[in-house]
């Protein structure tokens, strides 16, 4: 019954398209042993247009992104990959076919492009101007990686071969002879980047090459292309340096032969070990000439700006440092892991044993701060430096900002300025290291960004009775004056200050806003703070009004309600209530 009620919806479905004279159903013929046919057609190209098609996975697809970026001569059987590639032309004449069934498809396979197909596997449209994402590997802009009896080539979209279909492998390099990274589940088909790409192609275990002006027959153990018209050859398992018309240029007696931008790093296992078994590396300049002996462990870019220097990082086997292109070192080779570039302004980095000691180094490579015990970065392209054990300032040029006279100096994350220690008294500078608090006070305390709690004491006097706090801005002027055993913030710029046992509040400007009479004061919240007078609560607002008697207990914060109401909960005489903004009770 099923199958008589497919039969008639196709038939159903055929009388339609005919008698709207629209489509008409192509005449593909295919294995009866496979199931029918997904298929993609892509937008026709200078008269030619590709399909693809997948058997529904009942053959071994060897197509699929492992070839792309492995490709082998073995077949694999993949959860995806279409099995077969057809060229035709406008008038729908097959051109040419890659695939991996044994059967080819016939002319009258194919219909017109100007036509519209239905598949019997959807029973769905499917125009011939559909574009979609292709699992073949896309080896340059409109050219295909294919695979036909076991073998792979590259094609273009008329069909015709870029390289022979009768090669065990083939790799695609870019325009910048880097391994195309073209991934078909998540890249794009036709990168222009990678329209001048050239290959590598493997026969009997041997590679050749292939680019557009020449062709290399397989005959290496491995070849790579290096940059343009060089290529790194390997024989009797080492390597050397050939141009596209196989002119030596370095004979293959090398371990390992590295491009690096414009030089070569060579080795050689017979004389390049250090103590730890790791490969040593000479260089090589771009006229092929030896530079270096092979006495480098590693070489990484040196980034400046977020892009190579052109100098480059590399260790001996006692200390790493900067080396340029032609092989001359530029710094001492003292130093540890590759240096960082904060501000493109110079160079940190640290010792190659001890790494937390650290060295700064300006755009030459010259020590920053050299004649000191100590250099760090502090701010401003300034540097913290210690001699014995007191502290001061350099610039980027050596130039003394602060000389060494100061026990300690340090940062405020909040803002631009420093702290400064000397003889126990603590001062302040900007980040241009000039002072502008002298070290007189007995601590400071950072609050709201510009102003400073301060403390003075009487000389040879640290007791606690002798202590007055004020509060100063960060230019030495005194904004209260130093009459309060205590100044702490309590947030929204207010501040609760302290005489003898008993609390009050200012406000922004310094101002008293309420007496000096409370046991107690909390921070503010949402306008209020809550305050203490013997064993009584209540509430005080910005302006230091007192909107409650200091008779409850167990005080909440004012919150807002459903209605965007403030309340607030405290308990009388045992009782729980609410109150208003106005102390007036509402509940």
Not at 218 to 247: D, H, S
Not at 494 to 501: H, N, R, S, T
Not at 543 to 548: L, N, V
Request: proline residues 3%; glycine residues 6%.
């Amino acid at each position: 019954m099923t199958k008589k009620l497919h039969l008639f919806f196709f038939l159903s479905l055929l009388i339609f398209v005919k008698s709207n004279s629209q489509i008409i159903l192509p005449k593909m013929t295919f294995d009866n042993q496979q199931k029918s046919p997904n298929t993609i057609y892509y937008k026709f190209y200078n008269g030619v247009q590709m399909i693809e098609i997948d058997y529904n996975n009942y053959e071994k697809a060897r197509v699929d992104l492992e070839d792309e970026i492995r490709p082998i001569n073995s077949v694999r059987p993949r959860n995806y990959g279409h099995n077969t590639i057809i060229i035709r032309n406008e008038k729908g004449e097959l051109l040419h076919q890659y695939n991996l069934r044994n059967a080819p498809f016939k002319a009258s396979d194919f219909i017109a492009c100007d036509k519209e197909i239905v598949t019997l596997t959807h029973l769905e449209k499917i125009t011939s101007n559909q574009e979609a994402k292709s699992n073949y590997p896309s080896y340059g802009k409109y050219r295909y990686y294919v695979t036909e009896n076991n073998k792979a080539g590259v094609i273009d979209t008329l069909g015709k071969p870029v390289l022979e279909v009768v090669y065990d492998g083939v790799q695609s390099y870019n325009f910048n002879f880097k391994i195309n990274s073209y991934s078909p589940m998540y890249g794009s088909r036709n990168n222009e980047t990678d329209s001048n790409c050239v290959y590598t192609m493997q026969s009997n275990r041997k590679w050749g090459f292939k680019s557009d002006k020449i062709t290399i027959e397989p005959k290496y153990e491995e070849l790579i292309p290096l940059k343009e018209t060089i290529l790194r050859i390997k024989k009797a398992n080492k390597f050397g340096l050939i141009n596209y018309k196989e002119a030596t240029l370095l004979k293959p007696i090398y371990s390992d032969l590295v491009y690096k931008n414009d030089f070569y790093l060579y080795s050689n296992d017979v004389i390049a070990k250090d103590p730890e078994n790791e490969t040593l590396y000479g260089i090589i300049d771009s006229n092929f000439k030896i530079t270096t002996q092979p006495i480098y462990l590693n070489f990484e870019d040196i980034v400046e700006d977020y892009q190579p220097s052109g100098t480059y990082w590399t260790c001996k086997t006692n200390g790493c440092g900067a080396i340029d292109k032609n092989g001359k070192e530029i710094s001492l080779f003292q130093y540890g892991e590759m240096p960082q570039n904060p501000y493109q302004k110079y160079y940190r980095t640290n010792a190659f044993k001890d790494s937390n000691k650290g060295y700064i180094l300006d755009l030459n490579f010259k020590e920053i701060g050299s004649d000191y015990d100590l250099v760090y970065d502090w701010k401003n392209s300034l540097f913290i430096v210690k001699k014995g054990s007191k502290y001061g300032l350099i610039d980027l040029n050596n130039k003394v900002v602060l000389s060494c006279e100061y026990e300690s100096i340090w940062d405020e994350f909040k803002n631009e300025l420093g702290t400064l220690k000397k003889d126990n008294k603590y001062g302040v500078i900007t980040n241009k290291g000039i002072v502008v608090i002298p070290c007189k006070y007995d601590n400071i305390t950072f609050v709201d960004g510009a102003k400073i709690i301060a403390t003075l004491m009487e000389s040879n006097d640290n007791s606690i009775r002798n202590r007055k706090v004020g509060l100063v801005d960060t230019t030495g002027n005194v904004i209260v004056p130093f009459i309060y055993d205590e100044i702490q913030s309590i947030d929204y710029g207010f501040y609760k200050v302290l005489i003898g046992d008993k609390y009050g509040i200012l406000n922004k400007e310094g101002k008293e806003i309420t007496p000096i009479k409370y046991d107690e004061i909390y921070e503010f919240q949402n306008g209020f703070c809550i305050a203490k007078i013997d064993f009584g609560f209540g509430y005080i607002n910005f302006s230091g009004e007192e909107i409650t008697h200091f008779y409850y207990e167990k005080p909440t914060n004012f919150n807002y309600d459903s209605n965007n109401k403030l309340f607030a909960k405290v308990v009388l005489a045992g009782k729980e209530i609410e109150i208003d903004e106005n102390g007036k009770i509402i509940k």
